[in-house]
């Protein structure tokens, strides 16, 4: 499993200018990365379901839950037995590492649009996500993806190479398991230029869905962002500043708050 990344990442996301077959070829990889999304979901509920159909693991639970509604969620007893109840959890594979691994056993069949660097470093970490939520998170459950419920899919990260592993950027298009996705550039934009100078570190495929789907690109680029300047007198729009922020990501807002402001943002 690869390391987090120990430098900065920025990210520029670019619309794809695709011909309909193009297009048709990214639903069908899409629909393939939900199935194999969910065969990963059903397997690991079954494992989910038979630890948490253990003796160990049902009386730890048990008594947790007894002790969090009786208001001694600070006690030794309680930590003790939660910290048992983690063990007992990454023991049965419930990490990004054990859902990497078993992922291994169900892409092959789809190699030819769906190689192992999006199984694996994709997708697996999606449906964990899902897991996690659920295991330490407020998650009530685990749910299967419905038939467009892929909206992203990213390749993998090289370290020293520039561009990424199987979803790969070549400079003027996206090539992805021999498929070639012109990428729309604007050789004016400033902006871009220089972003597009940083080392690719992956790409992104990103759908937006509509009466007909939009695909874009989302580089991640390695250092920060390019501070954006006005037209007139080249002054930062977004300048990077210095200090701790804090934010709370929503379904539908964002609030953040610093040592000089605190505010709440409307997601698009």
Same mark, same amino acid.
């Given at each position: 499993m690869a390391g987090k990344s120990s430098t900065d990442t920025c990210c520029l996301t670019l619309p794809l200018i695709l011909e309909k077959w193009q297009s048709d070829r990214l639903e069908k990889r899409f629909e393939i990365a939900r199935i194999i999304y969910n065969t990963l979901v059903n397997y690991e509920l079954k494992k989910l379901r038979k630890m948490e159909q253990s003796e160990e693991y049902a009386a730890i639970s048990s /008594? &947790?839950? #007894? %002790?969090? #509604? +009786?208001?001694?969620?600070? +006690?030794? =007893?309680?930590?003790?037995s939660m910290n048992r109840k983690y063990e007992i959890i990454k023991e049965n594979g419930f990490d990004e590492y054990g859902f990497k691994s078993d992922m291994k056993s169900f892409y092959k069949h789809f190699n030819d649009n769906i190689g192992s660097n999006v199984a694996i470093h994709g997708i697996a970490p999606q449906v964990w +996500? @899902?897991?996690? $939520?659920? %295991?330490?998170?407020?998650? $009530? @459950?685990?749910?299967? $993806?419905? /038939?467009?419920?892929?909206? +992203? %899919? /990213?390749?993998y990260s090289v370290a020293g190479k520039s561009g990424g592993s199987e979803i790969?950027?070549?400079? &003027?298009?996206? =090539?992805? $398991?021999?498929?070639? %996705? *012109?990428?729309?550039l604007d050789p004016d934009n400033d902006y871009e230029t220089e972003m597009l100078r940083r080392r690719v570190k992956y790409c992104r495929i990103i759908k937006k869905p509509g009466k007909k789907a939009h695909w874009y690109v989302q580089l991640a680029l390695e250092g920060k962002p390019v501070v954006k300047e006005s037209a007139v007198g080249h #002054? *930062?729009?977004? *300048?990077?500043?210095?200090? &701790?922020?804090g934010i709370d990501i929503g379904p539908q807002t964002i609030a953040y708050v610093s040592d000089t402001e605190v505010g709440l943002k409307e997601l698009a």
């Open positions: /008594r &947790t839950k #007894e %002790l969090y #509604e +009786s208001g001694n969620k600070g +006690s030794n =007893e309680y930590n003790q +996500s @899902a897991f996690e $939520k659920y %295991l330490y998170g407020k998650g $009530k @459950a685990v749910h299967f $993806k419905k /038939r467009g419920d892929i909206y +992203s %899919l /990213r390749g790969m950027f070549k400079g &003027t298009y996206i =090539e992805w $398991k021999k498929l070639k %996705l *012109p990428i729309k #002054e *930062p729009i977004h *300048p990077v500043g210095a200090g &701790t922020v």
